[in-house]
Every structure is written in C-alpha cells, then in structure tokens.
C-alpha cells in the first residue's frame, strides 16, 4: 500500500512541473494582455488606468497569499513634477523566511509598472501601452511570487515583491520605497530589477548585468540558465543606472538588471502585448524563479565590493561660497568693517579611505574690504585643498556629517582701492596663502558647509607697521555631478 502511494505521488510530481510551466506561460501572457490593454492607457501617471493596474497587481498579490508590508499592499507617496505634487503608489507584498536569523534579511523581486499613458492628437487618444516596458517585467514578477510562494518552506531569507511606481518620471518609486524604509535598506542582501523581458527570441540572450555583484552570482546564474536552455550576456559587476538598480545601488545594495534589449517599440505606441515573445519570456521566468530560489536559500550572501562602495574614488562637483571677508590689522586707529564676499567654483573629492577625502577646490574669489573711509575691491584665484573626515554610512539619502581643515592659495586677479588700480608692484603682494577649516554635511549628491580661512601673508609688501591679514567666512552649497 505504501508502495503504491509513492509510486502515486511520484507520478503526479513528475507531471506537476510541466503543467505549473504550461499554465505559467498562459498566465504571463494573461497578465501583459491586461496591464498593457487600451483601458488602462498606458499607466501613466494621473490616469484611471494606473489605479486598475495598482488593483489588479494587489490582487494578484493577495491570491498568492503575499503579506503586505503596507495597507492593502500599497505603499502610497509624493513626489514633486513640474512644481506639481503627484500622488504615486508603490504596491508590495512579502514571503518570510524560515531561517530564524536569515528571515529578518531581504531579497527584492522588482519591475516598474508605470508607462508614459497616452497622447491627445487630432481628437485622436494615442495609447502607450507599454507591453514590454514593463507589463512584461511587472508579470514575471508576479509568476515568480507564485512559485516561491509554493517553495517557501524551503526559503531563509524573507522575499519582497514590488511593482514600482514613477519610474517613467526618473526611478522615483525605488527611491521612495528605500527613503521611506518600507523595510530596512541595511537588511537588502540583494535585488532583481526586470525591466523589459519580452524579446529573448530576438537578440538571443538575456542580460544579466550586476550579477555579479553578488559573490557567486554569476556562477549561479550560469548553471540555472544552462540547465534552462537560457542563453546568459554580460552577468557583471557593472551597476545599471538606467533601472531601478540604481536606486538600490547608491545604498550599496548589490542589484541586477534582467533585460532583453530594445528590439520592442521602445517608448512607441507600437509597444503592444501582440508583439511579445511568450515562450522566452516563459523561460526568463522559470530561470528567475530557480535562480531567486537558489540565492534565498543560501547560508550567506556576500556583495562585491564594487556594490558597497557608493560613490566612486573621485568625484567632482560645483559649489558657490557665500560670506564675508575682513582685513585684520595690529594696527588699532585703523577699523575694518566685514564686507560682502561670494565664490563661484569647481571641486573634486579623492577618495584615501571610505571616511577620509581629501578635497581640492578651484573658485573665482570676489571679496572687499573697507578700511575707515576706504573701500578695497578684488577678484583672485584661489585654490584650497581640504582633508575631509567624513561619518560612513553606505546610505546616499542618510546625511554624512563631517569636518575638514587644510590650506589655501590665492592669486590676485586686479584690485581697486577707492576705485583707483591697486599697485601689486610696489604696495600690495600679488598672492596670498593661509589655513582653512570647517565642518558640514552632505546629503546625496548635495554638500552644505560653513568654512572660514585666515592668511598667512601680509596684504601688504611693506609690514614695517605691522601685518595686516586677510579673514573670510563662506556659507557653501555644492553638488556632485
């Protein structure tokens, strides 16, 4: 009898897997036909199609049997457009882990639903569907909740499934996702992007890049889409910035993008469901369901180093200084009034360990002074350099506060006292050097600091009735390309 029950369960095993295949090919077909149909017109932000398909993609979540991280599986936000403010919706479900330890890290599945939505011309509605940009991503991931959701008991790491929103309007639904700490970025292990997965019979391949930002990554990858008939191109450690990888990747998460190429309409209102190919995508799917099995069920998942890193060993920038300057004298029957000084500039930042930088500067210095009745105006070169000790975090949107201290040096352009041209012949030394100190932080790509400088130099070339020198303190924004 017990023989007989094996041999049973074996045989419904053996024809289980290729009906879960048949039926999964028929679903992601299912799934792009509704999310890029007219009705939903073009999922573009502020039309009623968006919000069918924020429904249809909870709903699909919720009959998987997901746990959603957020109210009814909707992670809701806004962001700013064109001096509008935008309503948008993350939507998020959850399978946990078993491991007791593993269980409170993530692995993220995801794929931006949102498209361009469609154009008014001559009467005419023009719909942007979107078929493969990203119905057809949104889809995988949705097949893939399914399968995992039927293996969770083999799973460690807890899995996240997002459809991201504002991709379109520049990879805004994974910043928020992170910034708002729907789950804790410090937590992610790692993160699928997919993002246009419906022409592999066209180009042949599908791309991996990033995968190998995590530790063996790429080598499981291989395996999987071997044993799949997948063919795998460029599983690197290049981090994709074009997707929501990036997102992900400037909190030096490892992440990697799954991507078929622009064989489709790109951006076009051709983009439609007609065109896709189903039995690739099919494959893409199995091969993600195996390999994102693979990775959650590992003991431990270890990031290249590439991924932690989250900015590059040099950067540069723009900045502009704001403040005062004064001249101090020994002098005491001469008073100096602070005047108002501003510097337009350039800087880089070298990177010597992942909290020490040093930073040099390149500003166009426009300062002046008043001297009892007398009123000095210049413009110089100055360039000061800075070693920077910053606080660490590998979180671009938590704010890294820091101190520098260094030394500077200027180049008199002209100068004019009481509108007549300064002698730097005979009067008043041409250049000048001294010591800059300051603290601040930085915030993404924006740096905000208060610095101040005091010279070393005499201003003037005679100091027989005793030195006179130059003070500043600048208020400074600056941005990193």
């Known amino acids: 009898m017990n023989l007989k029950r094996s041999n049973l369960f074996l045989f419904c095993a053996l024809i289980a897997t290729p009906l879960f295949a048949q039926n999964q090919a028929e679903r992601l077909k299912k799934h792009v036909y509704t999310l890029a149909s007219d009705s939903l017109e073009g999922r573009g932000l502020g039309t ?15 009959e998987i049997g997901l746990t959603p991280l957020c109210d009814d599986y909707k992670h809701q936000f806004i962001f700013m457009e064109n001096l509008v ?3 948008a919706t993350n939507v998020v479900g959850m399978l946990k882990g078993n491991d007791p330890e593993l269980s409170s890290e993530y692995i993220v599945i995801g794929a931006h639903y949102d498209h361009l939505g469609y154009r008014e011309k001559d ?10 940009d990203n119905a057809s991503g949104v889809a995988t991931v949705i097949e893939t909740a399914r399968y995992l959701k039927q293996n969770q008991s083999k799973l460690k790491y807890s899995v996240i ?38 022409m592999y019979s ?33 599983a690197n450690t290049t981090k994709v910035e074009l997707t929501d990888t990036k997102s992900f990747a400037d909190y030096g998460i490892p992440a990697t993008h799954l991507f078929t190429g622009l064989k489709s309409p790109y951006h076009k209102p051709e983009d439609t469901a007609d065109k896709l190919d189903y039995e690739g995508m099919n494959t893409i799917c199995t091969f993600l369901c195996e390999l994102s099995e693979e990775i959650a069920t590992q003991d431990m998942l270890i990031a290249h180093r590439k991924a932690t890193q989250e900015i590059p060993p040099v950067t540069i920038g723009g900045k502009i200084g704001m403040g005062s300057s004064r001249l101090v004298y020994n002098d005491v029957q001469l008073q100096t009034i602070p005047r108002f000084a501003i510097e337009p500039g350039l800087f880089a930042q070298i990177k010597i360990t992942r909290s ?6 390149v500003v166009y210095d426009i300062h ?35 101190v520098l201290a260094g030394g500077y040096y200027s180049y008199h ?15 008043y030394n041409k250049d000048d050097y001294g010591l800059i100190w300051g603290f601040g932080f930085e915030f993404y790509k924006v740096q905000l600091s208060s610095t101040y400088r005091n010279s070393l130099q005499d201003f003037m070339q005679d100091s027989s009735a005793g030195d006179t020198n130059r003070s500043a303190v600048y208020f400074n924004m600056g941005w990193r390309f």
Do not use: C, H, W
């Open 356 to 361: 020490l930088f040093l930073q040099p500067e």
């Open 368 to 402: 002046s002074y008043k001297v009892n009745d007398s009123k000095i105006n210049m413009q110089s070169i100055t360039t000061p350099v800075s070693l920077m000790l910053k606080t660490y975090n590998n979180d671009m949107f938590t704010p890294k506060f820091f």
């Open 123 to 132: 009467g005419e509605k023009i719909i942007y569907n979107g078929a493969d």
């Open 161 to 198: 499934f997002v459809a991201f929103d504002a991709e379109e309007s520049g990879l805004i639904g994974s910043r928020y996702f992170l910034s708002d700490k729907v789950i804790d970025p410090a937590k992610v292990k790692f993160m699928f992007s997919i993002d246009m997965v419906g």
């Open 413 to 427: 352009l002209n100068g004019k006292v009481d509108g007549e041209k300064m002698d730097f012949n005979a009067t």
């Open 48 to 62: 009623e199609g968006k919000i069918k398909a924020i429904n249809y993609i909870a709903e699909q979540f919720k």
């Open 202 to 234: 066209s180009i042949g391949s599908l791309r991996l890049q990033g995968m190998a930002l995590l530790k063996d990554g790429d080598e499981m990858a291989q395996s999987i889409a071997v044993k799949n008939n997948l063919v795998i191109a460029k």
């Open 85 to 87: 403010r935008v309503p």
